[in-house]
C-alpha cells in the first residue's frame, strides 16, 4: 500500500486555509516529501510526523512556491535529530546551487545554535541528488524513478514515480502534457498532478495572471494524461483558484468526466488517500482498492 498526503494544496497566492504545494508519499515506514512549499512542517505535524522521519525531500522543480520552506526542513531536520543523520533532497539540475544559497543564508542561525548547544558540534548535514531520469538511488524498499516533464520556461522540472508493494503512484509537479509525464504514468495506479481552472483564469484582466495558462495543466488535461497511461486514481492538487475550504470540488470533477472515467480525488490539506495492490475480480479481471481520508486543516 502507498498512502498520499495532501499536505498543501494551495499555490503561490497564500491562503488562510491552504498551505503551499507539499505531498507526502507513504510506503512502510519509508516517507518522502514531493516539494516543500509554505507551512509545510505545519502540516506534516497535523499528519504525525516530523522532519526527521522523511527518508528523502524531492523537488519537482524550483518555483518558489515548491520550495519556500525548504529551509525550515533542513533547520529542523538539523535541531530535531540527536543522532546526525543526513537529509537528502532529490531535484532537477540546478537543485545543488539553491541548497547552497540556502545553506549560506542560514550560516548565522547555524553558528548561534553551534555555540549554545555542546551537542550541535557541525552544520547540518544535507546531501542533494540531481536528476534527469530513470532510476533514483535511495536506500530502502520504495523503488523511485523520474523524467522530465515540461513548465517551460522553468527548466529543468521532473516527476517521480514511487512503486511499492504492487502499487505505483506518479507525483507530478507543475507541469503541461509531455512524453516524459506519460511514461511516467504508464501502468501506474495513481496520478497525483497539480491543475489550475483555465476556464476561470482566461477571464482575468491581468496579464501575469494569463500567463500562467500556457505551462499547467487544466483538470482535463490532467485526465487525458492519466487516462492515456491507464491510471485507476487521479487526485488533484495545486488548486487554482482555490476551491472554498469544505467544498465538494464536484465542479472540478466534473470537468475530468469527458476525458477520465477512474476515480477522481480532491480536497482540503491532509487529505490523504490510500492505493492498495490490485486484486483479483471473477469475471472482471483485476481492480485497484483505494480508500481516502478526510483530514482537517490546521490552521
Given at each position: 500500500?502507498?498512502?498520499?498526503?495532501?499536505?498543501?494544496?494551495?499555490?503561490?497566492?497564500?491562503?488562510?486555509?491552504?498551505?503551499?504545494?507539499?505531498?507526502?508519499?507513504?510506503?512502510?515506514?519509508?516517507?518522502?516529501?514531493v516539494d516543500a512549499g509554505r507551512g509545510v512542517l505545519m502540516r506534516l505535524a497535523a499528519a504525525g510526523l516530523g522532519a526527521p522521519n522523511l527518508s528523502a525531500?524531492?523537488?519537482?522543480?524550483?518555483?518558489?512556491?515548491?520550495?519556500?520552506?525548504?529551509?525550515?526542513?533542513?533547520?529542523?531536520?538539523?535541531?530535531?535529530?540527536?543522532?546526525?543523520?543526513?537529509?537528502?533532497?532529490?531535484?532537477?539540475?540546478?537543485?545543488?546551487?539553491?541548497?547552497?544559497?540556502?545553506?549560506?543564508?542560514?550560516?548565522?542561525?547555524?553558528?548561534?545554535?553551534?555555540?549554545?548547544?555542546?551537542?550541535?558540534?557541525?552544520?547540518?548535514?544535507?546531501?542533494?541528488?540531481?536528476?534527469?531520469?530513470?532510476?533514483?538511488?535511495?536506500?530502502?524498499?520504495?523503488?523511485?524513478?523520474?523524467?522530465?516533464?515540461?513548465?517551460?520556461?522553468?527548466?529543468?522540472?521532473?516527476?517521480?514515480?514511487?512503486?511499492?508493494?504492487?502499487?505505483?503512484?506518479?507525483?507530478?509537479?507543475?507541469?503541461?502534457?509531455?512524453?516524459?509525464?506519460?511514461?511516467?504514468?504508464?501502468?501506474?495506479?495513481?496520478?497525483?498532478?497539480?491543475?489550475?481552472?483555465?476556464?476561470?483564469?482566461?477571464?482575468?484582466?491581468?496579464?501575469?495572471?494569463?500567463?500562467?495558462?500556457?505551462?499547467?495543466?487544466?483538470?482535463?488535461?490532467?485526465?487525458?494524461?492519466?487516462?492515456?497511461?491507464?491510471?485507476?486514481?487521479?487526485?488533484?492538487?495545486?488548486?487554482?483558484?482555490?476551491?472554498?475550504?469544505?467544498?465538494?470540488?464536484?465542479?472540478?470533477?466534473?470537468?475530468?468526466?469527458?476525458?477520465?472515467?477512474?476515480?477522481?480525488?480532491?480536497?482540503?490539506?491532509?487529505?490523504?488517500?490510500?492505493?492498495?495492490?490490485?486484486?483479483?475480480?471473477?469475471?472482471?479481471?483485476?481492480?485497484?482498492?483505494?480508500?481516502?481520508?478526510?483530514?482537517?486543516?490546521?490552521?
Open positions: 500500500m502507498i498512502a498520499i498526503t495532501l499536505l498543501g494544496t494551495g499555490s503561490p497566492i497564500p491562503s488562510p486555509d491552504r498551505a503551499g504545494p507539499a505531498t507526502l508519499i507513504s510506503a512502510g515506514e519509508e516517507h518522502y516529501l525531500v524531492l523537488i519537482t522543480h524550483l518555483h518558489s512556491d515548491h520550495i519556500t520552506d525548504l529551509n525550515d526542513v533542513i533547520t529542523t531536520r538539523w535541531v530535531m535529530t540527536f543522532v546526525p543523520t543526513p537529509l537528502t533532497i532529490v531535484g532537477p539540475v540546478g537543485t545543488k546551487a539553491v541548497v547552497e544559497h540556502i545553506m549560506a543564508s542560514l550560516e548565522p542561525d547555524m553558528a548561534y545554535r553551534i555555540a549554545h548547544h555542546h551537542d550541535l558540534d557541525a552544520p547540518p548535514q544535507v546531501d542533494v541528488i540531481e536528476v534527469t531520469e530513470g532510476d533514483v538511488t535511495l536506500p530502502g524498499d520504495v523503488r523511485i524513478t523520474c523524467a522530465q516533464t515540461d513548465h517551460k520556461p522553468v527548466e529543468p522540472s521532473v516527476g517521480f514515480r514511487f512503486e511499492h508493494d504492487g502499487v505505483a503512484v506518479v507525483a507530478a509537479g507543475d507541469t503541461v502534457p509531455c512524453p516524459g509525464l506519460d511514461s511516467l504514468c504508464d501502468g501506474a495506479d495513481a496520478l497525483v498532478h497539480t491543475v489550475i481552472r483555465k476556464d476561470i483564469i482566461a477571464n482575468v484582466p491581468m496579464q501575469r495572471i494569463k500567463d500562467t495558462l500556457d505551462y499547467h495543466s487544466s483538470p482535463e488535461e490532467a485526465a487525458q494524461t492519466a487516462a492515456r497511461g491507464g491510471v485507476g486514481t487521479l487526485v488533484l492538487t495545486h488548486y487554482v483558484p482555490p476551491i472554498p475550504t469544505g467544498g465538494s470540488g464536484d465542479d472540478w470533477k466534473a470537468l475530468t468526466a469527458d476525458h477520465f472515467t477512474g476515480v477522481v480525488e480532491l480536497g482540503d490539506d491532509l487529505h490523504r488517500i490510500e492505493i492498495n495492490p490490485v486484486t483479483p475480480v471473477p469475471g472482471i479481471g483485476v481492480t485497484n482498492r483505494m480508500e481516502h481520508h478526510e483530514g482537517t486543516a490546521h490552521t
